[in-house]
């Protein structure tokens, strides 16, 4: 997986990474590193948990302008600003900072949640005054009182902006309300329903008057069990987002879609493995867990949220738990959607995204590196580990004159520093993109020593018949200089190396093609020649590359 890449810099180590180096790890392993088997994956023990690197994937965002658009459409968002203007100049409200009654019932009908004519439902005006009460919390109202002792309602100063479309205040208030609803959402799902049942019995007057002396102790008992839930649905939900976030990251365009089975599976049942009938029962205890707080967020359109079908559980006791197909033979798509589907939404993307950058993570975008020349956009990818490369070439080539950016490709490849030949590897990448016509400028680096060979072989893949094949020496290294951009690349990740280690072009005599190489004069042949001793199947082959290996590092 792209986002998870790790790139280790220098000669010494580009060969054969440290036994003991961690690999890097996503938000979503942090907290998931059982279930997701991140600790066998990685290494990591419960120490150097807290030292692993942590990785966003890079995610594309539409303009902001655009996105503004989108929450403006969202419709809770869009009643808070109604309410709020509707206060102008001042609307009378009562001691709490609610609307007073007489004025319910026009705020409903205002929303267009009741016929303008009639009683308004009590539905409407529940969902009318959930609205007021988010234009208070984002102070698009404030309240306040008069000299008379009146209790007011007045627009707050960013209604206008917003109104407007200004896009940073619409963002702000968008995001801070998805803030809230995050919050609710947790909350709600927070009390035991032991509690509930017992508080609704006390309301009925069933329940036993608690002892005097043990109330408090009752009380406390009660708060810890509460904050104990909502504590463990907090941390369900984010680890829900975070596996969302990835997983739109990579999605193809129009797949992002996630059945909620799916998604409850990825986050119970351990990578690599097929769940069980126990971890059966425990997905459906996830996608239950979930279903309401996923559905509070689609209201503010962090999420496109189809819900669990209530008839779903209505089922006898002692049928099948919910899988959506989990484990079990797939369900059409019909059947399927029944169990619930998400989708995170762009403004979804960009709220995770910026609850991430508020926590400390590096959260990049798609296109950050593509902004500079070309030496910076090769030296960004290199550098970088959260990087999608082809993502970012294709961002910097788009648009630009093909000959120049070429050129400018190809003189930012040079060199012969530990990120070099990954240089090289990415600009031929780019260049393939600009595709035909970039040949004038490959043309020019025929004869390079550096670029020469990689040109050569550019062109002849590109169908030209006129390329002279390139001298010995020109081949060979640029033989060292491919494979080091792999290991590079790779991180040295043995079976991808394996795969390029058998397509080596070795004769039935290895140790005179192996005394070519040593002799090549790399920054990384002997790192290329010890990854080759180490990984390649024949025992002949492997031997002569370490013996070569050997007289490389001695000539150094």
Not at 373 to 402: K, S
Request: charged residues 30%; glycine residues 8%.
């Amino acid at each position: 997986m792209a986002g998870r890449r790790r790139k280790n810099a220098g000669a010494s180590s580009a060969g054969a990474p440290d036994e003991g180096a961690v690999g890097a790890v996503l938000p979503a392993d942090l907290e998931l590193q059982d279930l997701y088997g991140a600790f066998a994956a990685h290494g990591l023990d419960d120490e150097d948990l807290d030292d692993a690197a942590v990785l966003v994937p890079p995610v594309r965002l539409p303009a902001e302008s655009e996105l503004a658009d989108q929450a403006k459409a969202v419709p809770m968002f869009g009643y808070a600003l109604k309410l709020a203007r509707w206060t102008a100049p001042h609307r009378e409200v009562d001691e709490f900072g609610d609307l007073t009654g007489p004025d319910r019932a026009p705020a409903a009908r205002l929303l267009g949640l009741a016929p303008e004519q009639g009683e308004a439902p009590e539905e409407a005006v529940v969902e009318a005054m959930r609205a007021w009460s988010l234009a208070c919390d984002l102070d698009l109202i404030e309240i306040g009182t008069t000299a008379a002792g009146e209790h007011v309602a007045i627009p707050g100063p960013d209604l206008e902006p917003a109104e407007r479309g200004d896009a940073e205040t619409v963002l702000e208030l968008w995001l801070t309300a998805a803030g809230i609803v995050r919050e609710l959402a947790v909350e709600a799902d927070s009390l035991p329903e032991e509690e509930a049942a017992e508080e609704a019995a006390e309301r009925a007057g069933a329940a036993a008057e608690p002892e005097p002396e043990s109330e408090d102790d009752d009380d406390e008992e009660r708060l810890a069990r509460v904050e104990e839930a909502r504590e463990e649905a907090a941390e369900l939900l984010d680890e829900a987002l975070q596996v969302l976030y990835e997983t739109t990251a990579f999605a193809d365009p129009g797949t992002e879609t996630v059945p909620l089975g799916v998604l409850a599976a990825l986050l119970v049942v351990p990578e690599g493995e097929e769940p069980s009938e126990e971890l059966l029962g425990d997905i459906t205890d996830v996608m239950v867990a979930l279903d309401p707080m996923l559905n509070d967020l689609a209201e503010l359109g962090v999420l496109d949220y189809r819900p669990i079908d209530p008839e779903l559980f209505d089922e006898e006791e002692g049928q099948e738990p919910l899988g959506g197909g989990v484990g079990d033979e797939p369900l059409d798509e019909e059947e399927s959607a029944r169990f619930g589907l998400v989708r995170l939404t762009p403004l979804g993307q960009y709220g995770i995204r910026q609850w991430l950058l508020e926590d400390g993570y590096d959260a990049p975008l798609v296109g950050e590196l593509a902004q500079g020349d070309a030496a910076e956009l090769l030296r960004g990818i290199c550098e970088a580990a959260n990087v999608l490369p082809e993502e970012e070439l294709q961002v910097w080539v788009t648009g630009r004159e093909p000959v120049d950016a070429a050129r400018e490709l190809l003189a930012a490849s040079r060199g012969n520093d530990a990120y070099a030949p990954m240089r090289r590897m990415l600009s031929r990448l780019a260049l393939g993109m600009i595709g035909r016509p970039a040949e004038p400028a490959v043309r020019e680096v025929l004869d390079d020593p550096e670029l020469g060979g990689a040109a050569r072989a550019w062109l002849v893949d590109l169908g030209a018949t006129d390329v002279p094949a390139p001298e010995r020496g020109m081949a060979l290294w640029t033989v060292i200089d491919t494979f080091a951009a792999q290991l590079l690349d790779t991180g040295g990740d043995a079976e991808l190396l394996r795969e390029l280690i058998a397509d080596l072009p070795v004769t039935g005599n290895p140790a005179s093609y192996f005394g070519e190489l040593w002799r090549v004069d790399h920054p990384y042949t002997a790192d290329v020649l010890e990854a080759v001793g180490e990984l390649h199947l024949d025992r002949t082959v492997a031997k002569e590359a370490r013996k070569a290996a050997f007289k490389a590092r001695s000539k150094s």
